[in-house]
Protein backbone atom coordinates (compact mmCIF):
# COMPACT_ATOMS: atom_id res chain seq x y z
CA UNK A 1 0.00 0.00 0.00
CA UNK A 2 2.33 2.65 1.31
CA UNK A 3 5.17 2.72 -1.38
CA UNK A 4 9.03 4.97 -1.06
CA UNK A 5 10.68 5.67 -3.74
CA UNK A 6 14.42 7.07 -4.37
CA UNK A 7 15.43 9.62 -6.38
CA UNK A 8 18.92 11.60 -7.25
CA UNK A 9 21.43 8.74 -7.41
CA UNK A 10 24.13 9.12 -9.85
CA UNK A 11 28.25 9.81 -10.20
CA UNK A 12 30.29 12.03 -8.44
CA UNK A 13 34.01 12.91 -8.12
CA UNK A 14 35.66 12.69 -4.70
CA UNK A 15 35.02 15.96 -3.06
CA UNK A 16 31.77 16.11 -5.08
CA UNK A 17 28.23 16.55 -3.84
CA UNK A 18 25.06 14.82 -4.78
CA UNK A 19 21.51 14.87 -2.97
CA UNK A 20 18.91 12.09 -2.65
CA UNK A 21 15.41 12.50 -2.29
CA UNK A 22 13.19 9.98 -1.32
CA UNK A 23 9.08 10.77 -1.82
CA UNK A 24 6.46 8.79 -0.34
CA UNK A 25 3.29 7.53 -1.20
CA UNK A 26 1.24 8.90 1.78
CA UNK A 27 1.13 11.99 3.94
CA UNK A 28 0.90 9.71 6.55
CA UNK A 29 4.52 9.34 7.12
CA UNK A 30 5.17 12.84 8.00
CA UNK A 31 4.11 10.99 11.53
CA UNK A 32 6.63 8.13 10.69
CA UNK A 33 10.52 8.20 11.56
CA UNK A 34 12.82 7.72 8.01
CA UNK A 35 15.77 6.64 7.56
CA UNK A 36 18.64 6.28 4.67
CA UNK A 37 20.96 3.37 4.77
CA UNK A 38 23.55 1.96 1.89
CA UNK A 39 24.77 -1.38 0.71
CA UNK A 40 28.00 -1.39 -1.00
CA UNK A 41 28.18 -4.49 -3.47
CA UNK A 42 29.29 -7.25 -1.80
CA UNK A 43 28.58 -5.85 1.59
CA UNK A 44 25.69 -5.95 3.90
CA UNK A 45 23.30 -3.19 4.80
CA UNK A 46 24.48 -0.02 6.45
CA UNK A 47 22.98 2.94 8.93
CA UNK A 48 23.94 5.93 7.05
CA UNK A 49 21.79 8.73 8.87
CA UNK A 50 17.56 9.27 10.59
CA UNK A 51 15.34 11.51 11.74
CA UNK A 52 11.97 11.83 13.92
CA UNK A 53 8.74 12.29 12.86
CA UNK A 54 9.33 16.11 14.04
CA UNK A 55 12.60 16.70 12.16
CA UNK A 56 14.16 18.13 14.71
CA UNK A 57 15.97 14.90 15.87
CA UNK A 58 18.87 13.34 13.63
CA UNK A 59 21.06 10.58 13.66
CA UNK A 60 24.06 10.25 11.86
CA UNK A 61 27.04 7.44 11.25
CA UNK A 62 30.14 8.66 12.26
CA UNK A 63 31.50 7.77 8.80
CA UNK A 64 29.74 10.53 7.61
CA UNK A 65 28.97 13.02 10.32
CA UNK A 66 30.21 16.33 9.21
CA UNK A 67 29.60 15.45 5.42
CA UNK A 68 25.75 14.52 5.14
CA UNK A 69 22.50 16.14 6.26
CA UNK A 70 19.30 14.67 6.12
CA UNK A 71 16.39 16.31 6.13
CA UNK A 72 12.36 16.60 5.73
CA UNK A 73 9.73 18.44 4.70
CA UNK A 74 6.60 17.76 7.19
CA UNK A 75 3.60 16.98 6.46
CA UNK A 76 4.95 16.71 3.00
CA UNK A 77 6.55 13.11 2.60
CA UNK A 78 9.49 14.21 2.00
CA UNK A 79 12.72 13.29 2.68
CA UNK A 80 15.95 14.08 1.33
CA UNK A 81 19.88 13.03 2.03
CA UNK A 82 22.80 16.25 1.33
CA UNK A 83 26.02 14.63 0.55
CA UNK A 84 29.27 16.54 0.37
CA UNK A 85 32.93 16.01 0.76
CA UNK A 86 31.77 12.80 -1.04
CA UNK A 87 34.86 9.67 -0.91
CA UNK A 88 34.77 6.47 -3.09
CA UNK A 89 34.30 4.34 0.35
CA UNK A 90 30.47 6.57 -0.05
CA UNK A 91 30.19 4.49 -3.55
CA UNK A 92 26.77 2.43 -2.44
CA UNK A 93 23.21 1.19 -3.04
CA UNK A 94 21.10 3.95 -1.15
CA UNK A 95 17.90 3.42 0.38
CA UNK A 96 15.40 4.93 2.18
CA UNK A 97 13.29 3.33 4.86
CA UNK A 98 10.41 4.62 6.90
CA UNK A 99 8.22 3.20 10.55
CA UNK A 100 5.76 4.14 12.89
CA UNK A 101 7.56 6.28 15.48
CA UNK A 102 7.87 4.92 18.78
CA UNK A 103 9.69 5.60 22.31
CA UNK A 104 12.17 2.86 22.07
CA UNK A 105 13.13 4.56 18.38
CA UNK A 106 16.13 6.56 19.76
CA UNK A 107 17.78 3.58 20.86
CA UNK A 108 16.64 1.52 17.72
CA UNK A 109 17.35 4.06 14.78
CA UNK A 110 20.25 2.49 13.25
CA UNK A 111 18.48 -0.93 13.29
CA UNK A 112 17.54 -1.72 9.87
CA UNK A 113 14.84 -4.50 11.48
CA UNK A 114 13.15 -1.47 13.36
CA UNK A 115 12.09 0.26 9.81
CA UNK A 116 8.51 -1.48 8.16
CA UNK A 117 8.84 0.27 4.56
CA UNK A 118 11.87 0.12 2.33
CA UNK A 119 12.58 1.76 -1.22
CA UNK A 120 13.85 0.30 -4.34
CA UNK A 121 17.25 2.27 -3.77
CA UNK A 122 19.35 4.30 -5.99
CA UNK A 123 23.05 3.73 -7.09
CA UNK A 124 26.06 6.42 -5.59
CA UNK A 125 29.32 5.93 -7.43
CA UNK A 126 31.74 7.72 -6.51
CA UNK A 127 35.32 8.43 -8.39
CA UNK A 128 38.49 9.48 -7.30
Known amino acids: QVQLSESGGGSAHSGGSLTLSCAASTDTFSSYAMAWFRQPAGKEREFVAA????????YYADSVKGRFTISRVNPKSTVYLQMTDLKPEDTAEYYC?????????????????????WGQGTQVTVSS
Open 97 to 117: AATPWHSEYYNEHADANAYKY
Open 51 to 58: IGFSGTVS
